[in-house]
């Protein structure tokens, strides 16, 4: 696969699960081989949504049933009429589970900044950011971006059959001790 191809690897992050009540606090998604952020009442949405627009393909896991449903209303953007959710992909080739699960069956295993996290702890980054704390959005848009990155390995070995040779070169870091700070561990 050709990484600068028109396809958009896309994740957000939510203050919950309510399409109703809750909202996407950040955005990451990688695009033509650079990666991009949003973040909720600090970015403007136009480079976001010129990405969806004119890219051939978006993929996330489980962004049919999660992402997209919050990214078309947050990000007013229409649903896309190429979207491809590789957790169904996963699901044929026979991987059960939620992403780092299955990225980590396949060999794909977070750094230790962001090994353990979940959604909620995504919740608790966000809140520390908006009560002021920098690290907090720095760990959160890490987090985030390396499930973009997993997706991506995901789509590479379901759909085409190959793998990611190299790692990320991510440009959000916290180093291990701050992450544990901000994780309470």
């Known amino acids: 696969m050709n ?30 081989g650079s990666w991009h952020r949003w973040v909720r009442d600090r970015d ?16 996330t896991f489980n962004g049919r049933n999660f992402d997209e449903r919050f990214i078309v209303k947050d990000l007013r953007v229409d649903r896309h009429v190429n979207h491809r959710d590789v957790m169904y992909d996963g699901w044929k080739a026979g991987f059960k589970g939620g992403l780092k699960k299955v990225a980590l069956d396949l060999g794909l295993p977070r750094p230790p900044e962001v090994d353990g996290m979940d959604g909620r702890s995504a919740i608790l980054l966000w809140e520390r950011w908006k009560q002021g704390d920098d690290d907090a959005l720095e760990l959160l848009s890490l987090y985030n971006a390396w499930d973009v990155w997993l997706t991506l390995g995901l789509y590479r070995r379901f759909v085409h059959g190959d793998h990611l040779t190299h790692l990320p070169d991510i440009p959000w870091r916290v180093d291990p001790e701050t992450a544990a700070r901000l994780l309470g561990g």
């Open 3 to 32: 990484e600068a191809a028109s396809v958009l690897i896309v994740d957000v992050e939510t203050t919950g699960l309510s399409r109703r009540n809750d909202l996407i606090t950040t955005a990451c998604w990688y695009y033509r």
């Open 44 to 59: 403007e949405d136009d480079l976001f949504r010129e990405h969806w627009s004119e890219s051939t393909e978006v993929v």
